[in-house]
């Protein structure tokens, strides 16, 4: 039996902010009240009047069809490594989010922070590049530059959404651990299980994701009752989602939101998410309110490898 196809959500279910006031460096309430709103509730939330070029997109994404349609051998010349950065094999296996592996019907392209090697920070390093297209890497890199430039606005609103000081987070991403990814999902009609899908049903790990989607659809999200509802593409928005760690800083306030990918449209499915991580040693703790009972606080680059380790084993991170 193939997996029932979710309901159309209604773009009401999915708050749309628009986000001007913000990127212009204001924080009026009406927009901070919305945003938290929509971190408590639900975890996701469309944003608009970003300031993001068209055409910074529009070149990254034929920059990236280029590359997915090069052949296998090609792309595996530069296969990710255990500092995640290269190319994801097509269905490659993943532990994440399942207790047993899945099969995600998806590749991607892994690029992170240029740093030196570092025995004490494993994941730092330099990324690796492929000879064609040329134009990748340029793109890539102006557009990681940019979107980066963002995430420090939605840093802003989501402290003062948490009643905190609007640069409270700045310090703890300093020298961020974030990874920009190009995916790519080939069309699936008819899966007939969770674990052989685009994306298999997972939380984010870190602090929030910046996605941009093209029109074709296929991200879901699950509600609080367990119902899996799609999550639309909405022309000139970006998805915002919570990760994991912020749900831990906020104390369970902010919601990290299970989601899915499955690619029905009949045609080939970009995404571009920002995985916009906090610092190597940023110590993992409630930031407001009293802890759990039994609680140990972590560092973020001990739990992030742990986390690349089962979700891309095709990576061999020791």
């Not at 997996?3 to 159309?8: A, D, E, F, G």
């Not at 990814?181 to 298999?200: A, M, T, W």
Request: proline share 10%.
């Amino acid at each position: 039996m193939a997996l029932p196809q979710s309901r159309r959500l209604d773009f009401s279910e999915i708050p749309v902010i628009d986000i001007a006031p913000l990127v212009e460096g204001r924080n009026p309430v009406s927009t901070i009240d919305a945003l938290s709103r929509a971190c408590r509730e639900v975890g996701f939330l469309y944003v608009r009047n970003h300031g993001l070029p068209r055409e910074l997109i529009a070149n990254l994404v034929e920059q990236a069809a280029l590359f997915f349609g090069r052949p296998m051998d090609e792309k595996m010349r530069i296969v990710v490594n255990p500092r995640m950065r290269g190319y994801l094999p097509l269905g490659y296996r993943s532990y994440e989010g399942e207790p047993t592996a899945g099969k995600s019907h998806q590749e991607g392209f892994w690029i992170g922070h240029e740093r030196p090697l570092n025995a004490e920070s494993p994941l730092d390093g330099p990324n690796i590049w492929p000879e064609y297209p040329p134009g990748l890497k340029p793109a890539m890199l102006a557009y990681f530059a940019a979107v980066e430039k963002l995430s420090h606005v939605f840093m802003r609103g989501f402290a003062l959404a948490l009643d905190l000081k609007p640069d409270f987070f700045e310090p703890i991403f300093s020298r961020p651990m974030s990874r920009l990814k190009l995916n790519h999902y080939p069309p699936q009609d008819e899966p007939e299980r969770e674990n052989e899908i685009g994306v298999v049903p997972h939380s984010d790990s870190g602090g929030f994701t910046i996605l941009w989607q093209d029109a074709n659809g296929g991200l879901e999200i699950q509600s609080k009752s367990g119902e899996w509802v799609g999550a639309p593409p909405i022309p000139d928005t970006y998805v915002i989602n919570l990760g994991n760690i912020m749900q831990i800083w906020t104390n369970g306030h902010f919601s990290s939101t299970p989601h899915r990918v499955i690619n029905r449209g009949g045609k080939d499915r970009y995404s571009i998410p920002l995985f916009v991580n906090p610092n190597r040693d940023a110590v993992i703790e409630p930031l407001i309110g009293a802890h759990e009972a039994g609680f140990e606080p972590f560092k973020f680059g001990d739990y992030q490898r742990k986390y690349y380790r089962r979700s891309f084993p095709v990576a061999n991170i020791g």
